[in-house]
C-alpha cells in the first residue's frame, strides 16, 4: 500500500508540474507581413503593432499565466513567398495562429495551407474571397471591399452622382473591389459608363483617366493601394479633371496624401476605419477611448500616428488573445474562441464573427471622409 501511495502521489506530482510548466509555457503567434515591397505601407504599421501589442502583454504578465511570442516574416508582398513562410512557421516554429498576410493575393495564396494544417489564420487583407466563402480556419480584420464599396455608393446616391467611371488595378484586391462595385451598381440604379484597369506597377494612368474625361461621368472610382491611387490622383490633378474623385479604403492613411501631394489630394473622399478621424468623433462612442490609447500608444512607441492598417493587425491581435483567454491556446481551442467573438470593440469597428461570417463587421465600420487641407476630415 506505501509503495501504491507513493506512485500515486509522484504521478500527481508530475502532473501538477505538468499543469504548471505548461500554464507557464509560451504561446506563439505568427506573422506574415509585407514590411518591404510596394505593400510595405501595409505591413511595416502591421510588424510594429503586433510587436507593440505583445510586449505591452508579457509586461502585464501575459495571458492566463503564458508569455507570448511573436514570430514574424517579411514576405515582401510575394505570394510565393508568403506559403512558404507559412509553412515555416507551422512546421519549424509550432505557431498556434497566424496573423496577416497583408495582402489579398498572398491571403488566397496562404488559405490552403492553412486549412490543410489546421491552424487559424487572421488575415490584414480586404478581399472578400478570403472568408467568402466562410473557410473553416480563415479570418479577417479589414471590413470586406463591399461594404466599403455600398459605403461609397451610399453617399453618392445622396449627391446624385448616378453614372460611375471605375479605374482599378489588376491585383487581386482591385478585382474583387471591382466586382463588387459592379454588383452594387446594379443593384442600386447607377450606370458604370467606364470600366478602365492599371497594372500594380504602372505611373502613369493619363490614357485612361483621358477616356474617362471623354465620356464626362458624375464620379470616378479608383480601387487599389499604394502607390497607384496616388498616381491617379496627381494625374486627374494635371488634367485638369474636376469630376468627384473617390478612393478605396486601401489608401486610408497620410501615406497617400504624402504620396499624392495635398494639393493633388485636396477633395478627395473615401471611405475609412474611425482612426483616422477619431479626434471628430462624439465622446460616447464605443471605440473612441481605444482609438485615442492605439494611436497615443503607438506614438509613443514609434515617433509616428497610428494607421488604419496597423490597427488590422491590433484586431486580430485582439480577437487571438480574447479567444485564447476564453477558450485556451491550442490551434482549436483559438479558432473557435475567435469564431464566437461577440461585440468586440477594436480599431476597425465591432466585430461579432459567427459559423457563417468570419469578417463580422458591417458598414457602422466606415465613415466617409475627405482630405481638407493635408489631413482627413468627417464628411458630415
Not at 290 to 310: H, V
Not at 321 to 331: D, E, L, Q, R, V
Request: net charge positive.
Amino acid at each position: 500500500m506505501k509503495k501504491v501511495s507513493l506512485l500515486l502521489g509522484s504521478i500527481c506530482l508530475t502532473l501538477m508540474f505538468a499543469a504548471v510548466s505548461f500554464a507557464s509555457g509560451t504561446i506563439k503567434i505568427g506573422g506574415l507581413f509585407s514590411v518591404t515591397g510596394p505593400a510595405s505601407f501595409l505591413g511595416e504599421p502591421e510588424k510594429k503593432t503586433l510587436e507593440m501589442l505583445v510586449k505591452e502583454t508579457n509586461e502585464k504578465g501575459g495571458i492566463n499565466g503564458q508569455k507570448l511570442e511573436a514570430v514574424i516574416y517579411d514576405t515582401g508582398g510575394d505570394a510565393t513567398k508568403a506559403v512558404q513562410l507559412a509553412t515555416k512557421l507551422i512546421k519549424d516554429d509550432k505557431v498556434s495562429i497566424i496573423i496577416g498576410p497583408s495582402t489579398t493575393g498572398e491571403s488566397m495564396a496562404v488559405i490552403p495551407v492553412v486549412e490543410k494544417e489546421k491552424i487559424p489564420l487572421i488575415s490584414c487583407a480586404a478581399g472578400i474571397k478570403i472568408t467568402d466563402p466562410v473557410k473553416h480556419w480563415v479570418f479577417k480584420t479589414p471590413a470586406n471591399d463591399h461594404v466599403a464599396a455600398e459605403k461609397i455608393l451610399n453617399y453618392m446616391a445622396t449627391k446624385k452622382q448616378k453614372n460611375i467611371a471605375l479605374l482599378t488595378v489588376t491585383d487581386g484586391f482591385g478585382a474583387s473591389g471591382r466586382e463588387q462595385i459592379k454588383v452594387l451598381a446594379k443593384q442600386k440604379g447607377f450606370t458604370i459608363v467606364a470600366d478602365e484597369v492599371y497594372g500594380p506597377k504602372d505611373t502613369d494612368m493619363t490614357a485612361q483617366l483621358t477616356k474617362i474625361r471623354g465620356i464626362k461621368p458624375d464620379a470616378i472610382i479608383c480601387w487599389g493601394t499604394n502607390p497607384g491611387p496616388a498616381v491617379v490622383t496627381k494625374n486627374v490633378k494635371q488634367l485638369g479633371i474636376k469630376t468627384p474623385l473617390y478612393m478605396s479604403h486601401g489608401v486610408a492613411s497620410k501615406k497617400y496624401i504624402e504620396l499624392a501631394g495635398a494639393d493633388s489630394a485636396e477633395g478627395v473622399m473615401l471611405p475609412a476605419g474611425k482612426l483616422a478621424i477619431y479626434d471628430a468623433l462624439p465622446r460616447n462612442d464605443v471605440q473612441s477611448k481605444l482609438l485615442k490609447g492605439y494611436d497615443q500608444g503607438y506614438k509613443k512607441a514609434f515617433g509616428t500616428e497610428a494607421s488604419t492598417f496597423g490597427g488590422y493587425a491590433y484586431d486580430a491581435f485582439l480577437l487571438a488573445t480574447g479567444a485564447i483567454k476564453k477558450s485556451g491556446s491550442t490551434p482549436d481551442q483559438i479558432r473557435n474562441g475567435i469564431e464566437q467573438t461577440s461585440k468586440l470593440v477594436s480599431i476597425s469597428g465591432v466585430f461579432s464573427m459567427s459559423p457563417k461570417d468570419h469578417n463580422g463587421l458591417d458598414l457602422s465600420a466606415f465613415e466617409m471622409v475627405k482630405v481638407e487641407k493635408g489631413d482627413w476630415v468627417m464628411i458630415k
